[in-house]
């Protein structure tokens, strides 16, 4: 999980949310305005999930594998659960991510993650809040943990984030296995620390965003 930079609404949101009685339920298959270029109408709902693929990176907010997956849909998540907000919450660009599917048809809750495993259990951890992030961090097999004891739970418990069955973990440690096996090659010997910080910056930047890039950010960020 990294630190998302939220954008402004979109304008289709917006003009949405002025109708009356519009509901978060209804943006399904709300007209937006706007076609696909096969001529099929592109709802309200589409629009907002592809805009906030679009801004963090093209990463689940979550567990930060590639969404949408190959053969599998990306969907809306909340920060604050839906059932314990009002239809105006609901409908906060700011309160909305973009996860991954996580395994959602899959008949046991271990084999789940993301929102899929989370339900509607409340969260510590938010991936708009960089102080709720702080204390995250990632072991040598790839698991994802805190030392803040309510961020560990949401991370580990709620969400699920080392699912082994999902292969999170092991996707991790092959994403820094991977890039650290062309770091070392770039940079044999010698101090690394201002190389590591170029690094830091341009993989905070980039977009569409490497899968599992919070790993490799945080091999950076401890080595600068």
């Given at each position: 999980?990294i630190k998302?930079?939220?954008?402004?609404?979109?304008?289709?949101?917006?003009k949405y949310k002025q109708?009356?009685?519009a509901?978060?339920?209804?943006m399904h298959?709300?007209?937006?305005?706007?076609?696909?270029?096969?001529?099929t109408?592109i709802d309200?709902?589409?629009?907002?999930?592809?805009?906030?693929?679009?801004?963090?990176?093209?990463?689940?907010?979550y567990?930060?594998?590639?969404?949408?997956?190959?053969?599998k849909?990306?969907?809306?998540e909340?920060?604050?659960p839906?059932?314990a907000t009002?239809?105006?919450k609901?409908l906060?660009y700011?309160n909305?991510l973009?996860?991954?599917n996580?395994n959602?048809?899959?008949?046991?809750?271990?084999?789940?993650?993301?929102?899929?495993h989370?339900?509607?259990?409340p969260l510590?951890?938010?991936?708009?809040?960089?102080?709720?992030l702080s204390?995250?961090?990632?072991?040598s097999n790839g698991e994802?943990t805190?030392?803040?004891d309510?961020?560990?739970k949401?991370?580990?418990?709620?969400?699920?984030?080392?699912?082994?069955?999902?292969r999170?973990?092991?996707?991790r440690?092959?994403?820094?296995?991977a890039?650290?096996r062309?770091?070392?090659?770039k940079?044999p010997t010698g101090?690394?620390?201002?190389?590591?910080?170029?690094?830091?910056?341009?993989y905070?930047?980039e977009s569409p965003?490497?899968?599992?890039?919070?790993?490799i950010?945080d091999?950076?960020?401890r080595h600068?």
């Amino acid at each position: 999980m990294i630190k998302i930079n939220k954008g402004i609404e979109p304008v289709e949101l917006t003009k949405y949310k002025q109708q009356p009685n519009a509901s978060y339920r209804d943006m399904h298959g709300a007209p937006s305005g706007k076609s696909n270029s096969d001529g099929t109408p592109i709802d309200v709902y589409t629009i907002v999930l592809n805009r906030l693929i679009q801004e963090q990176g093209c990463i689940c907010a979550y567990c930060m594998c590639r969404i949408p997956e190959k053969g599998k849909k990306a969907t809306i998540e909340h920060i604050d659960p839906q059932s314990a907000t009002s239809e105006e919450k609901a409908l906060d660009y700011r309160n909305m991510l973009a996860v991954c599917n996580g395994n959602r048809d899959a008949h046991n809750d271990k084999e789940k993650s993301c929102d899929a495993h989370r339900k509607n259990a409340p969260l510590s951890v938010n991936p708009l809040k960089s102080d709720t992030l702080s204390s995250l961090k990632y072991l040598s097999n790839g698991e994802i943990t805190a030392s803040d004891d309510a961020i560990k739970k949401d991370l580990c418990d709620t969400l699920n984030l080392n699912c082994s069955e999902r292969r999170i973990p092991e996707n991790r440690k092959a994403a820094l296995t991977a890039y650290l096996r062309v770091f070392v090659a770039k940079h044999p010997t010698g101090d690394i620390k201002e190389s590591c910080r170029r690094e830091l910056e341009k993989y905070q930047q980039e977009s569409p965003k490497m899968p599992y890039v919070g790993i490799i950010l945080d091999w950076l960020t401890r080595h600068t």
